[in-house]
């Protein structure tokens, strides 16, 4: 540890000291002087008085002449933030931001990006610089050795600009896009790259990150807007009101961080644990809401009125339901669509030799979708998707690389955990990934699939061999291949937490009290109106036979009297 | 001994008969709605009105019992053995050859045996069936923490439609019953005016007309 600081401090001062001649020549200067106090002297000219405008922050960045450049690179413009920020680079090390590794205590399981598979492109391991561009630091070229322990490879800008123009390249392994920029390269968005201004991003920064921080890669997460998660989507840069209530500017216009509370650069939510039930019932006021729960601010009974009887009611669903089951009604909202169903088994189909593709959806907004590509093969969308609803209590189970699967089965990529009727588990929306995926017919293990590599020979996107491919991926992370492969269905759980609408737009009561409502096939819940329940076909039985009785006994009385003509007296 | 027309059905007893009628049909409006059997209303209007008006009809049955207990009315529902074969011939039979109905009504028992009888099965089985059972659906919230909170739903659910569609078939035989013999106006009319040919002993005639309860 000792050794890093010093190298942190050596790199750092070497940054300084090359950036910055006068200031350097100043303090060489100074060094003649033997008072040691003398060159650290602090400087507050730069200090606003009280004829400027109060600002937020207590430091504006724009100030600081250590951030005014030049910057070769962005790892450049991170040794400067180290040099006042010395801790904030071994936070983000210690993140899954960082680490793609996260460790369930509960399940035992060692997931992240690095390790898990995934129902979308699969695996990281093989295809890294187009993967870990999204990542927070820079040149993770190989995640089969976890990041080096380099806080000036810690990527601070993608989450601290706020001059809107930094990014990072879609296959530079979190590089942002510098002079000269390549043809054609395209940024994580999907954007065609331009050079970034590192002094321009350098001089803006400021905490706490922004939506469009948090965006730029959690919107684009599976290749493309919204194709993985269903309910994070570029719709939510600025949604309407009835898209997301909570980040609307017509609704309480939060920004990420509002709910995903941060501590030490580490955040609150997860989808390996998510937080279904209230983790702190024992709340205080003025005690902290360190969980990305809706309970967190809204309590357990969070409806009020105007009517207290179903408010009451709709208050007794909450030991059942998640927040989420009511209140996202649809996911993929606010006009962009999200991948359903993804088919790997028919990529690799060439027309004259040539890859194609084909654009079968249509967005609501006129935007055209790929529905076939040689690169990945068959996709479907889906615009304001009705969510997957199970009983979770937010532990993920995965099926990892090297477990034994039923290829006679659907394969579930992740096992959503809880019980029916749990008391720490809820119903709780998903969008339900439909995969096919190549596995290996004689180990019965999903495979890992090399799809991303220019000119390496083996690589999918540019070769279409799944032969090569599959095998280079096995090779890459030293696993066994019997070499004959196929492909297995799949699911991918991802809960759905986001796009929350207004209250009235929530589920109502036929939802789920119809029938083939919303719940059925659920076990462990009775949903009254949801079909005639045995009593009820029993009574109607009863019912219908004194019905028939009393037509019949009428029948004949009306019979009889025709008979007796006058023997009645009414 | 000779037929009088007697006030037998106080305010509060006509009052009590039409509120029964009037809630218990809002009940079966809104449980059919509840069970899915229509969808002219929203469920959750369904639930509120189902909720208010049964808790409404069990204050006053609450109300009537007290009454029925301290003025002695609860006698008139007391099942006898006394005349029930006659009653069920008539049923069966005698009402299809033209006959009169077997039972002739006194102040003291207004109700024939078998009439009786199947009030007294309705406000001793039918009626306690579907207001435990509604009380304990109403009331899940508070217990369906515990072990088998959803199983014990299900069969309570079960068990409170059940006993609803026992009531609804008793309202249909009830209804019915006001055909026989008189006629349907003639039945329903003592219950809006209160007033009913009785036989009165010359007694009980001087008495009622001293009370100022008869009408001729």
């Given at each position: 540890m000792r050794q890093t600081a010093l190298r942190i401090t050596a790199i750092v001062s070497t940054v300084i000291w090359a950036q910055f001649p006068a200031y350097a020549q100043e303090s060489s200067a100074g060094e003649e002087t033997p008072a040691l106090g003398a060159q650290s002297k602090p400087d507050a000219s730069k200090a606003a008085h009280m004829s400027d405008p109060v600002k937020d922050l207590t430091a504006d960045h724009s100030k600081f002449d250590i951030l005014k450049g030049p910057f070769a690179s962005g790892s450049e413009v991170t040794a400067a933030c180290l040099s006042c920020h010395t801790e904030a680079g071994n936070q983000v090390m210690h993140s899954v931001h960082w680490k793609w590794e996260y460790q369930n205590e509960v399940t035992g399981q060692t997931l992240g990006k690095a390790h898990e598979m995934n129902a979308f492109c699969g695996n990281v391991a093989s295809n890294e610089v187009r993967c870990t561009s999204c990542h927070t630091g820079y040149g993770w070229t190989d995640v089969r050795q976890p990041m080096p322990d380099d806080p000036t490879k810690v990527d601070c800008l993608v989450c601290h600009d706020k001059s809107g123009q930094y990014t990072k390249q879609d296959n530079l392994a979190g590089e942002?896009?510098?002079?000269?920029?390549?043809?054609?390269?395209?940024?994580?968005?999907?954007?065609?790259?331009?050079?970034?201004?590192?002094?321009?991003?350098?001089?803006?920064?400021?905490?706490?990150?922004?939506?469009?921080?948090?965006?730029?890669?959690?919107?684009?997460?599976?290749?493309?807007?919204?194709?993985?998660?269903?309910?994070?989507?570029?719709?939510?840069?600025?949604?309407?009101?009835?898209?997301?209530?909570?980040?609307?500017?017509?609704?309480?216009?939060?920004?990420?961080?509002?709910?995903?509370?941060?501590?030490?650069?580490?955040?609150?939510?997860?989808?390996?644990?998510?937080?279904?039930?209230?983790?702190?019932?024992?709340?205080?006021?003025?005690?902290?809401?360190?969980?990305?729960?809706?309970?967190?601010?809204?309590?357990?009974?969070?409806?009020?009125?105007?009517?207290?009887?179903?408010?009451?009611?709709?208050?007794?669903?909450?030991?059942?339901?998640?927040?989420?089951?009511?209140?996202?009604?649809?996911?993929?909202?606010?006009?962009?669509?999200?991948?359903?169903?993804?088919?790997?088994?028919?990529?690799?189909?060439?027309?004259?030799?040539?890859?194609?593709?084909?654009?079968?959806?249509?967005?609501?907004?006129?935007?055209?979708?790929?529905?076939?590509?040689?690169?990945?093969?068959?996709?479907?969308?889906?615009?304001?998707?009705?969510?997957?609803?199970?009983?979770?209590?937010?532990?993920?189970?995965?099926?990892?690389?090297?477990?034994?699967?039923?290829?006679?089965?659907?394969?579930?990529?992740?096992?959503?955990?809880?019980?029916?009727?749990?008391?720490?588990?809820?119903?709780?929306?998903?969008?339900?990934?439909?995969?096919t995926q190549a596995y290996d017919k004689q180990r019965d293990v999903l495979l890992y699939n090399h799809v991303y590599g220019p000119g390496d020979g083996t690589a999918l996107w540019s070769y279409f061999d799944w032969e090569k491919s599959l095998q280079a991926g096995m090779d890459y992370v030293g696993l066994e291949y019997s070499g004959d492969f196929g492909f297995v269905h799949t699911y991918m759980y991802w809960p759905i937490t986001h796009m929350v609408a207004p209250k009235e737009d929530a589920l109502v009561c036929e939802s789920c009290h119809a029938q083939d409502g919303r719940m059925a096939n659920l076990a462990g819940i009775y949903v009254p109106g949801s079909g005639i329940n045995l009593g009820g076909k029993l009574g109607l039985a009863v019912f219908l036979l004194a019905l028939l009785g009393v037509l019949g006994h009428g029948a004949l009385r009306v019979i009889s009297r025709g008979k007796n003509k006058g023997g009645h007296h009414g | 001994m000779a037929e009088h027309c007697v006030k037998v059905y106080s305010r509060f007893n006509r009052l009590w008969h039409w509120s029964q009628v009037g809630s218990i049909m809002l009940l079966f409006f809104t449980g059919a709605r509840l069970l899915g059997l229509h969808t002219i209303m929203p469920f959750g209007l369904a639930v509120m009105v189902h909720t208010v008006v049964a808790l409404a009809l069990l204050l006053l049955w609450a109300f009537a019992t007290f009454w029925l207990f301290t003025t002695g009315g609860y006698k008139q529902f007391i099942p006898r053995l006394a005349g029930m074969w006659e009653v069920g011939r008539f049923y069966a039979y005698g009402v299809f050859k033209g006959e009169e109905h077997p039972y002739v009504k006194s102040y003291e028992r207004r109700h024939n045996p078998l009439q009786a009888a199947s009030y007294f099965a309705l406000k001793m089985m039918l009626f306690p069936a579907i207001w435990i059972s509604g009380l304990a659906y109403l009331s899940y919230?508070?217990?369906?923490?515990?072990?088998?909170?959803?199983?014990?739903?299900?069969?309570?659910?079960?068990?409170?439609?059940?006993?609803?569609?026992?009531?609804?078939?008793?309202?249909?035989?009830?209804?019915?019953?006001?055909?026989?013999?008189?006629?349907?106006?003639?039945?329903?009319?003592?219950?809006?005016?209160?007033?009913?040919?009785?036989?009165?002993?010359?007694?009980?005639?001087?008495?009622?007309?001293?009370?100022?309860?008869?009408?001729?």
């Amino acid at each position: 540890m000792r050794q890093t600081a010093l190298r942190i401090t050596a790199i750092v001062s070497t940054v300084i000291w090359a950036q910055f001649p006068a200031y350097a020549q100043e303090s060489s200067a100074g060094e003649e002087t033997p008072a040691l106090g003398a060159q650290s002297k602090p400087d507050a000219s730069k200090a606003a008085h009280m004829s400027d405008p109060v600002k937020d922050l207590t430091a504006d960045h724009s100030k600081f002449d250590i951030l005014k450049g030049p910057f070769a690179s962005g790892s450049e413009v991170t040794a400067a933030c180290l040099s006042c920020h010395t801790e904030a680079g071994n936070q983000v090390m210690h993140s899954v931001h960082w680490k793609w590794e996260y460790q369930n205590e509960v399940t035992g399981q060692t997931l992240g990006k690095a390790h898990e598979m995934n129902a979308f492109c699969g695996n990281v391991a093989s295809n890294e610089v187009r993967c870990t561009s999204c990542h927070t630091g820079y040149g993770w070229t190989d995640v089969r050795q976890p990041m080096p322990d380099d806080p000036t490879k810690v990527d601070c800008l993608v989450c601290h600009d706020k001059s809107g123009q930094y990014t990072k390249q879609d296959n530079l392994a979190g590089e942002p896009p510098l002079e000269p920029v390549a043809e054609g390269a395209k940024t994580i968005t999907g954007a065609t790259a331009t050079a970034v201004d590192l002094v321009k991003a350098a001089l803006s920064v400021g905490p706490p990150p922004g939506r469009d921080n948090c965006g730029n890669c959690h919107f684009y997460g599976g290749g493309g807007d919204n194709v993985k998660h269903g309910d994070l989507s570029s719709a939510l840069f600025n949604p309407a009101r009835d898209v997301d209530v909570h980040m609307s500017p017509d609704g309480e216009n939060f920004a990420c961080e509002t709910c995903h509370v941060s501590d030490k650069h580490v955040f609150e939510g997860s989808r390996y644990e998510t937080d279904v039930v209230d983790p702190h019932p024992d709340r205080m006021a003025g005690s902290a809401h360190d969980a990305a729960a809706c309970q967190s601010c809204h309590t357990d009974t969070p409806h009020k009125g105007p009517n207290p009887l179903i408010a009451a009611k709709l208050n007794d669903h909450t030991d059942t339901l998640a927040c989420q089951t009511c209140h996202i009604p649809s996911f993929a909202r606010g006009g962009v669509a999200t991948k359903t169903v993804w088919d790997w088994s028919t990529a690799g189909k060439l027309k004259d030799g040539k890859p194609y593709h084909e654009e079968g959806f249509t967005q609501s907004d006129g935007k055209q979708l790929h529905t076939y590509m040689s690169q990945k093969g068959d996709f479907e969308w889906g615009e304001n998707v009705t969510p997957y609803y199970a009983w979770s209590n937010g532990e993920m189970t995965y099926t990892l690389p090297e477990e034994k699967i039923d290829p006679t089965k659907v394969v579930e990529i992740n096992k959503i955990g809880g019980n029916p009727g749990g008391e720490d588990s809820r119903i709780f929306p998903f969008k339900r990934m439909v995969g096919t995926q190549a596995y290996d017919k004689q180990r019965d293990v999903l495979l890992y699939n090399h799809v991303y590599g220019p000119g390496d020979g083996t690589a999918l996107w540019s070769y279409f061999d799944w032969e090569k491919s599959l095998q280079a991926g096995m090779d890459y992370v030293g696993l066994e291949y019997s070499g004959d492969f196929g492909f297995v269905h799949t699911y991918m759980y991802w809960p759905i937490t986001h796009m929350v609408a207004p209250k009235e737009d929530a589920l109502v009561c036929e939802s789920c009290h119809a029938q083939d409502g919303r719940m059925a096939n659920l076990a462990g819940i009775y949903v009254p109106g949801s079909g005639i329940n045995l009593g009820g076909k029993l009574g109607l039985a009863v019912f219908l036979l004194a019905l028939l009785g009393v037509l019949g006994h009428g029948a004949l009385r009306v019979i009889s009297r025709g008979k007796n003509k006058g023997g009645h007296h009414g | 001994m000779a037929e009088h027309c007697v006030k037998v059905y106080s305010r509060f007893n006509r009052l009590w008969h039409w509120s029964q009628v009037g809630s218990i049909m809002l009940l079966f409006f809104t449980g059919a709605r509840l069970l899915g059997l229509h969808t002219i209303m929203p469920f959750g209007l369904a639930v509120m009105v189902h909720t208010v008006v049964a808790l409404a009809l069990l204050l006053l049955w609450a109300f009537a019992t007290f009454w029925l207990f301290t003025t002695g009315g609860y006698k008139q529902f007391i099942p006898r053995l006394a005349g029930m074969w006659e009653v069920g011939r008539f049923y069966a039979y005698g009402v299809f050859k033209g006959e009169e109905h077997p039972y002739v009504k006194s102040y003291e028992r207004r109700h024939n045996p078998l009439q009786a009888a199947s009030y007294f099965a309705l406000k001793m089985m039918l009626f306690p069936a579907i207001w435990i059972s509604g009380l304990a659906y109403l009331s899940y919230g508070f217990w369906d923490h515990l072990d088998g909170g959803s199983f014990w739903l299900e069969i309570i659910a079960n068990f409170h439609v059940l006993a609803a569609f026992a009531i609804a078939s008793f309202v249909v035989i009830h209804v019915y019953l006001l055909t026989i013999g008189h006629g349907f106006r003639q039945h329903v009319r003592p219950m809006v005016s209160g007033y009913e040919k009785v036989e009165l002993t010359p007694e009980a005639e001087a008495y009622f007309r001293q009370q100022g309860r008869l009408l001729d």
